[in-house]
């Protein structure tokens, strides 16, 4: 059966979510942490309650592939002799598109589900399961997580590089969790900008506002490919107020009010108004966990928000900001700039 592509033209005035999670992590679960999951027909309920549109889904972990008693032990993933998937995210994203396409098929017209990779762990698997999930569903683009998987991001420019020429060959754009906190040793923002360098002819997001580094934001503008995300916001900002190291420090951002993420959003559209996507990150808008940054470091987090939050940030723009934010910046993200016309420039 062949499923409809959505396309740029199905976005226009439409209100879109850019990142958000469906699925399971087992770990959080067992944990006893939250979030631990979010189904798709929820994230229905919950975007439709808060009047968007369409949203860009994609899993939630890995851990099909790990062992669940090391994990929860040290929280290190540690690969299974007798894996559960044939490699990391293998059998998470196949749940997703068929979540999306054969589970909820009266909502695939709202949803752009993206793949999840690992840069460095089973590239050739990884392939053949991206070949076939694309052979027969629209794919929107791929999410990186390397924190999530516990694989430098730098693995993309080595073992990795054929997940990149795959991209490339589909036109699909990239969207990456970063950080800025020094003792994280796997998403470095500095190091992704290495692999944007190399790749111009791809698309890139940066999430959660790049820590909101006044640096790293001004980098990502100066570049016609590259775009940031809000997601989990309201997280986010009350942590650069509360001075947690995975922020920015004070010396290293732009002069605003933290204590109030919508007057942040307001700043950035204004500063960046063509750089600047909106998302939720739902449902991890709220994270309440202990999560390894490094062979060395783990770190608690107690973060708490709601998808109201993260919806009044782009609620409170201006109609002309709100709908960059909302819909124009991330139709360009997702299928390109549009050409400029010619006779449009006076």
């Given at each position: 059966?062949a499923?409809?592509?959505?396309n740029a033209?199905?976005?226009?005035?439409?209100?879109?979510?850019?990142?958000?999670?469906?699925?399971i992590?087992?770990?959080?679960?067992a944990?006893?942490?939250?979030?631990y999951?979010?189904?798709?027909?929820?994230?229905y309920?919950?975007?439709k309650l808060?009047r968007?549109?369409?949203?860009?889904?994609?899993?939630?972990?890995?851990d099909?592939?790990?062992?669940?008693?090391?994990?929860?032990?040290s929280?290190?993933m540690?690969p299974?002799?007798?894996?559960?998937?044939?490699?990391?995210?293998?059998?998470?994203?196949?749940?997703?598109?068929?979540?999306?396409?054969?589970?909820c098929?009266?909502?695939?017209?709202?949803?752009?589900?993206?793949?999840?990779v690992?840069p460095?762990?089973?590239?050739s698997?990884?392939?053949?399961?991206?070949?076939?999930l694309?052979a027969?569903?629209?794919v929107?683009?791929?999410?990186?997580?390397?924190?999530g998987?516990?694989?430098k991001?730098?693995?993309l420019?080595?073992?990795?590089?054929?997940?990149?020429?795959?991209?490339?060959?589909h036109?699909?754009?990239?969207?990456f969790?970063?950080?800025?906190?020094?003792?994280?040793?796997?998403?470095?923002v500095s190091?992704?900008f290495?692999?944007i360098?190399?790749?111009?002819?791809?698309?890139?997001?940066?999430?959660?506002?790049?820590?909101?580094?006044?640096?790293f934001?001004?980098?990502a503008?100066a570049?016609?490919?590259?775009?940031?995300d809000?997601?989990?916001?309201?997280?986010?900002?009350?942590?650069?107020?509360?001075g947690y190291?995975?922020?920015a420090?004070?010396?290293?951002?732009?002069d605003?009010?933290?204590?109030?993420h919508?007057?942040?959003?307001r700043?950035?559209?204004e500063?960046?108004?063509?750089?600047?996507?909106?998302g939720?990150?739902?449902?991890?808008?709220?994270?309440?966990?202990?999560?390894r940054q490094g062979?060395d470091?783990?770190?608690?987090f107690?973060?708490?928000?709601?998808?109201?939050?993260?919806k009044?940030?782009?609620?409170?723009?201006?109609p002309p900001?709100?709908?960059?934010?909302?819909s124009?910046?991330?139709s360009?993200?997702?299928?390109g700039?549009k050409?400029?016309?010619?006779?449009s420039?006076?």
């Amino acid at each position: 059966m062949a499923h409809r592509r959505i396309n740029a033209a199905d976005l226009e005035g439409k209100i879109i979510d850019i990142h958000a999670h469906v699925g399971i992590s087992v770990k959080a679960y067992a944990g006893l942490e939250y979030p631990y999951c979010q189904s798709l027909e929820g994230l229905y309920y919950r975007q439709k309650l808060n009047r968007v549109d369409l949203g860009v889904v994609f899993t939630y972990a890995p851990d099909l592939y790990f062992q669940l008693p090391t994990l929860m032990d040290s929280g290190r993933m540690v690969p299974l002799e007798k894996p559960l998937a044939q490699a990391p995210y293998a059998s998470e994203n196949r749940m997703v598109f068929k979540e999306v396409f054969d589970f909820c098929p009266e909502l695939s017209e709202r949803f752009l589900p993206f793949v999840v990779v690992d840069p460095v762990r089973r590239i050739s698997e990884q392939l053949e399961v991206l070949n076939q999930l694309i052979a027969v569903y629209p794919v929107y683009g791929i999410k990186v997580v390397p924190v999530g998987c516990q694989s430098k991001v730098t693995g993309l420019l080595e073992e990795g590089q054929a997940l990149l020429d795959f991209a490339e060959h589909h036109d699909l754009p990239l969207l990456f969790h970063v950080t800025v906190d020094p003792e994280e040793g796997y998403s470095q923002v500095s190091d992704t900008f290495r692999i944007i360098e190399r790749h111009p002819r791809l698309r890139f997001c940066l999430a959660h506002c790049v820590g909101l580094s006044r640096k790293f934001l001004e980098r990502a503008a100066a570049a016609d490919n590259v775009w940031v995300d809000t997601s989990a916001l309201k997280i986010q900002v009350q942590a650069a107020y509360e001075g947690y190291r995975f922020m920015a420090p004070p010396e290293e951002r732009y002069d605003w009010n933290y204590a109030d993420h919508t007057e942040v959003i307001r700043q950035l559209l204004e500063h960046f108004p063509d750089t600047i996507i909106w998302g939720s990150d739902s449902p991890a808008y709220s994270y309440i966990c202990r999560r390894r940054q490094g062979e060395d470091s783990v770190s608690e987090f107690r973060l708490k928000g709601t998808y109201e939050q993260e919806k009044q940030a782009l609620d409170c723009l201006s109609p002309p900001l709100r709908t960059r934010a909302g819909s124009t910046n991330a139709s360009a993200f997702l299928f390109g700039r549009k050409p400029i016309d010619p006779g449009s420039q006076s």
